[in-house]
Nanobody, 130 residues
Framework: HVQLVESGGGSVQAGGSLRLSCVASGYTYSSYCMGWFRQAPGKEREGIASTDNDGSSTYALSVKGRFTISHDSTNNTLYLQMNNLTPEDTAMYYC????????????????????????WGQGTQVTVSS
């Protein structure tokens, strides 16, 4: 049973930084793709970053250059370093995982889609004030 638990959300002023963490347990797949999504009130869930065990990472244009996704396999933790935050980044942030290497598909289609991922965390709230 795969469980994903996010942490690190909070309130920050515009221009500030936060680092989100997602600890994965019960994950026995030899390959993986993990990603971060966010959902603001009244908006659809948006895939913003993904990484898998071929070492590739993909970012949505809305966060490219400001956010960095990374994965530490020694402790099964996914991170999202978020810099230069703006009020438009305010959302619930979710961690997602799948047992397939999806990096090639994501790069080809240019979008990180919800239905690629089987496992989801409960989310952590990020609020950015102006």
């Amino acid at each position: 049973h795969v469980q994903l638990v996010e942490s690190g959300g909070g309130s920050v002023q515009a221009g500030g930084s936060l680092r989100l963490s997602c600890v994965a347990s019960g994950y026995t797949y030899s390959s993986y793709c993990m990603g971060w999504f966010r959902q603001a009130p009244g908006k659809e869930r948006e895939g913003i970053a993904s990484t898998d065990n071929d070492g590739s990472s993909t970012y949505a244009l809305s966060v490219k250059g400001r956010f960095t996704i990374s994965h530490d396999s020694t402790n099964n933790t996914l991170y999202l370093q978020m810099n230069n935050l703006t009020p438009e980044d305010t959302a619930m942030y979710y961690c997602a995982a799948d047992g397939r290497e999806l990096g090639g598909l994501i790069r080809t289609l240019g979008v990180i889609k919800e239905h690629y991922f089987e496992f989801w965390g409960q989310g952590t709230q990020v609020t950015v004030s102006s």
